[in-house]
């Protein structure tokens, strides 16, 4: 479709080998024969950013699940069952943990993590004196073994996130103090030792946190990234009709939160994106640093097509090379074959067209023009068609007959193109593209609001068509298969 659609605007450029009905002398005379570019050369305006805003959405379920089978479900205290804590003089302990399932929630950038725990202790006392040993250990006591029911307690972490703009995500982690639910009392004057054993495990909880902290607290995504800008970097080839270069200007982060078992991250691409015909040189660059927060939603896609005019003359050759016009003025019965043509830039926001002919006459026509899109119609037309004629068999001034009706109301099917059908067939094409599954459990939603052909600019190198894409996508991530 792409190539279509860039082809048949090409060969609407090529009418102005055919000429027109519209026939006047510009404000700016052309020597097109020999034109000067330098007094009239045309700008090509600055290319508007383009941008490129995305949410991700991420279904942190199948992420809680590989968590909680990843963290180990029981926990003993150190040496057990063999050897114990002692806390102080007159007491000691040992106990076996288990956790219950992972309880994960978020909101904002901040991730709970939480479980239910569940203990059972073994432990004994002694008579001390300031600190001297009076008496020997008692028997030991025993609290939720038998029929007595295990221990609760409740145990969380709080992680926040946050993205620096050197791309490091930093994790901030917190300890919340563990929060018991029942008592645990032993030995025979119920003694309630409910807060050693909270104090043994804030040990662990705490070990836990300096490993997340160390392994998690600041993920460098830098060279990541990279990778990815310099693959947009990069030019890609478009089935040999073109090749692409996004050019990309700056990434962003414009939001990151949890809501709902989702992660929503919405990424932003500033970029300058260009086509042409012949393969760019390869501009690498370092990945910058993020810029600021955008409040933009959707896509809007500025796109410059940039058209060699040795190329363009190769099209259009292949398209109205050898066609021949008859008609008669009078007695007269004349024949115009169009054995050749060029294109080239011309100055003024016009175009120059070089056709050799043959058939009753021989010799080279110029025709000037400039080619226009109408928006609201979705046209492009040639107008402001002014012509110069250099032939062995006739005067400069009496080429009237190449202009007859019958001529251009023949090739007039070539002065215009409508280029509404192909805009609307490429949104369905384009759209096809935006919603479909990538991976196992990735999948993109999005659709075109409008594909506009926004200004043509007939430079001295180049014919550059600009165009403009606009739009939403979004990319929702159900599963991740972690064993890849």
Known sequence: MKGKFFLLVLILIASLCSCSQKISS????????????????????????????????????????????????????????????????????????????????????????????????????????????????????????????????????????????????????????????????????????????MN?????????????????????????FQQVWDKLTASNNLYNLGWLQINPQKFRINNLFIKNDSLNVFLGLTAKPVISFEQPVENTSKLSNMAGFSRQQGFSIFLDAVLNY??????????????????KKGFIKKKFIIDDCSVYGGGFEKLIIKVNFSGTNEGVVYLTGKPVYDIEKRIIEVVDIDFDIKSKNILLGSADWLFDKKITKEISKYARFELGAYIDSAKININQQLNQQWLTGIRSEGNINDIKLIKIFPLQQHLVIRSNCSGNLAVKVESIDFSL
């Not at 040795?310 to 008609?327: A, P, R, V």
Request: charged share 25%.
């Open 26 to 197: 510009g404000t700016q005379k052309i020597n097109p024969s020999d034109p000067d570019i330098s007094i009239g050369n045309y700008k090509l305006d600055s290319l508007p950013d383009s941008e490129i805003n995305i949410p991700i959405q991420i279904n942190l379920k199948p992420m809680y699940l590989m968590a909680d089978k990843s963290v180990d479900t029981v926990f003993n205290s150190p040496g057990y069952p063999d050897k114990w804590i002692q806390d102080g003089c007159d007491s000691r302990y040992k106990y076996e943990f288990r956790r219950g399932p992972l309880s994960i929630n978020g909101a904002g950038n901040a991730l709970n993590i939480g479980f239910t725990g569940y203990y059972r202790i073994i432990g004994s006392t002694r008579l001390c004196v300031n600190g001297t040993v009076v008496s020997p250990w008692t028997p030991a006591c025993r609290c939720g073994f038998g029929n007595e029911p295990e221990r609760r307690v409740n145990v969380s972490f709080s992680n926040s996130l946050m993205v620096t703009p050197d791309y490091k995500v930093n994790l901030s982690v917190k300890r919340n103090d563990p929060k018991p639910l029942d008592k645990c009392e032993v030995c025979f004057w119920g003694q309630d030792i409910t807060k050693q054993v």
């Open 200 to 224: 043994g495990l804030t040990a662990e909880l705490d070990a836990s946190k300096k490993e997340m902290e160390n392994t998690y607290g600041a993920v460098d995504m830098k060279p990541y």
């Open 310 to 327: 040795d190329s363009l003359s190769w099209i259009m050759n292949d398209q109205i090379k050898g066609k021949e016009f008859n008609f």
